[in-house]
């Protein structure tokens, strides 16, 4: 018979405000899934190892802890849970092990719960495991896509056990905005029902690191910008070879308003078969900003983008008819087909049968890139237009601005990635992940490679002192020119 300092877990475990944040919400009934993400040395590891302990002696079940490859796995969560981290003790104590098999990566906890360690870089192996919770540190290394997101999915169907919980916890280091774990479990418009995010900072653990460790991390906001957003504020999205590094949404996003009337208007798209399809709308103002104040992007063919399109021109055009729509120049393609009248068919001709005309735009992916750089950049001495979220010019502007609604265009310049190892090395985008996941940024580089003219501002209102004023002046050069004459003439 078990007594109660058998199945107790000894101190010390001093929590930090946001570790007791990460327990509550893994305590809340109505969270399914809780993520806690950010920076490195942040208790992340060591917050979810404990709760997950705790919930083994309290609800004793069949627990799994994972990570991508069995190397990561063995040094580093599994160290920390068996036999501790630095000065942090073993998160399960020695005395609390009723049996360990190390040939099967089992913990069996006096409580009756056991706890298997198992990499999930071959997911077929946990389609036969029927679980009370799961443990996955750093799920941001699973792959991005459909691959990584389908062995998430797999770990949620294998919480069955009705002993335990059914719930998952997770830790992450941040990464790419991207990444369908942002998606799912961070982004507060997108993520599941049911899921709760943690976001911690260094600083949030500084009290128990060394002063001199944190003193050297926080160094690293001058020396290296990127390392220091990412790993020690724990910002996704941050990352170092980052394509577009000016880019900032407290600069270049602004929140919706109404056009001017006069500003002229064009339209850019790419066009996806079996990726999404990106079309923006532009507007460039009196002075040459260029303002992406609308965005569709979708999965799906023609007959589907098309109405949507004309949908959303008919709140941007006075005509609710475009004028025009720059596309990469592959849609004039023929692809062996004809059109009604026996022409030959392509993806433009495919448009144009729905009244949307396209114009093909410089697919220069180099020049697209620098021009995308240009516009983003902050020049100095340029004054910033009324509607911009920064009054203060003292450092200048850029000329290119975002709607916030154009979340798809926002992210994709917040992760792509500039190309490393290609004959575009540090000229373009890299074009695997443009191909994959870039088709916003596609679109936008064939917007600013259309080089827009500032739109032509319209004459101030005609009022009363206005009409005076004309018509005396009107009058000053008819007498001059009468003198003028006569002079001439005698």
Request: hydrophobic share 40%; with cysteine.
């Amino acid at each position: 018979m078990k007594t109660p300092a058998e199945t107790r877990i000894g101190a010390p475990f001093q929590a930090t405000t946001k570790q007791r944040e990460f327990a509550h919400h893994w305590h809340d009934p109505a969270c399914r899934i809780v993520l806690i993400g950010g920076a490195i040395r942040s208790g992340k590891t060591q917050a979810a190892g404990r709760l997950l302990v705790e919930t083994a002696v309290e609800q004793p079940s069949t627990y799994l802890v994972a990570r991508l490859t069995y190397r990561e796995l063995e040094d580093s969560t599994k160290k920390v849970l068996l036999h501790g981290d630095g000065s942090v003790p073993a998160l399960i104590p020695a005395e609390l092990v009723d049996q360990y098999r190390a040939s099967d990566n089992l913990v069996r906890l006096k409580t009756g719960s056991d706890i298997l360690f198992r990499s999930l870089d071959e997911p077929g192996k946990l389609l036969n495991l029927t679980l009370g919770g799961v443990f996955v540190d750093q799920i941001e290394e699973l792959d991005l896509g459909d691959a990584g997101e389908r062995i998430f999915d797999t770990l949620l169907g294998r919480m069955s056990d009705p002993r335990g919980p059914r719930k998952l916890m997770a830790v992450a280091n941040p990464a790419s905005t991207l990444h369908w774990a942002y998606r799912r479990l961070v982004n507060e418009a997108s993520r599941d029902e049911g899921a709760r995010y943690v976001h911690v900072s260094m600083r949030d653990n500084a009290e128990h690191l060394p002063a001199d460790y944190v003193a050297a991390m926080e160094a690293t906001r001058a020396t290296r910008p990127f390392w220091f957003r990412s790993f020690v504020l724990g910002e996704w999205g941050a990352f170092e070879g980052a394509a577009f590094t000016e880019f900032d949404p407290a600069v270049h996003v602004v929140e919706p308003f109404e056009l001017p009337s006069g500003w002229e208007r064009f339209e850019s798209m790419d066009h996806g078969a079996n990726n999404p399809t990106a079309w923006l709308l532009w507007a460039v103002d009196y002075e040459g900003n260029l303002v992406v104040a609308d965005e569709y992007y979708s999965p799906g063919l023609i007959s589907r983008h098309a109405p949507e399109i004309i949908r959303r021109r008919k709140q941007w055009w006075e005509n609710g008819q475009g004028n025009t729509c720059w596309a990469d120049p592959s849609v004039f393609a023929r692809h062996g087909l004809e059109t009604r009248l026996g022409d030959p068919a392509s993806i433009a001709t495919e448009y144009a049968d729905f009244r949307i005309g396209l114009s093909p735009a410089n697919n220069d992916r180099k020049a697209g890139y620098l021009r995308l750089c240009e516009l983003l950049h902050i020049e100095p001495g340029r004054i910033t237009p009324p509607w911009s979220p920064i009054s203060d010019s003292a450092s200048g502007a850029p000329r290119l601005y975002l709607f916030s609604s154009c979340k798809h265009l926002i992210e994709q310049l917040k992760s792509a990635p500039v190309a490393a190892d290609s004959v575009d090395a540090g000229e373009a985008v890299e074009p695997k992940w443009a191909s994959a996941h870039g088709h916003a940024v596609d679109a936008a580089r064939y917007g600013a490679l259309s080089r827009p003219a500032p739109s032509e501002e319209p004459p101030p209102p005609l009022t009363d002192e206005r009409a005076e004023a004309l018509r005396r002046s009107f009058e000053a050069e008819q007498e001059e020119e009468a003198e003028a004459e006569w002079e001439r003439l005698y």
